[in-house]
Nanobody, 121 residues
Framework: QVQVMESGGGLVQPGGSLRLSCVAS????????LRWYRQAPGKQRELVAA???????DYAEFVRGRFTISRDDAETTLTLQMNNLEIDDTGVYYC???????????????WGQGTQVTVSS
């Protein structure tokens, strides 16, 4: 069973920085896509940043230039570096890994439980 776990959330003042990490473990044959989502209170979950298997990245307009998605050389940890945080960045941040497994040869999206990010003065 593939498991995804996020960490690194917390409380930060506006203008501050946080670094989120996501670790995927389990019997994966490959990873097709990696994404960070967030969900603010009372709002729908929204895509924040994405990386495909080639390493190409894309960002939501509201975080472009402030957030950076990256993957370590061992390709086991996905990171979201968040700089110049704003109050509207508050929410639960989720990691989604689309991985190929023996049971899911066309890929399946595995979600983490989320990590809380609170931006407040």
């Amino acid at each position: 069973q593939v498991q995804v776990m996020e960490s690194g959330g917390g409380l930060v003042q506006p203008g501050g920085s946080l670094r989120l990490s996501c670790v995927a473990s389990g019997p994966m044959l490959g990873i097709n896509a990696l994404r960070w989502y967030r969900q603010a209170p009372g709002k729908q979950r929204e895509l924040v940043a994405a990386m495909n298997s080639d390493g190409m990245t894309d960002y939501a307009e509201f975080v472009r230039g402030r957030f950076t998605i990256s993957r370590d050389d061992a390709e086991t940890t996905l990171t979201l570096q968040m700089n110049n945080l704003e109050i509207d960045d508050t929410g639960v941040y989720y990691c989604r890994i689309t991985a190929v497994t023996e049971d899911m040869p066309r890929g399946y999206a595995f979600w983490g439980q989320g990590t809380q990010v609170t931006v407040s003065s």
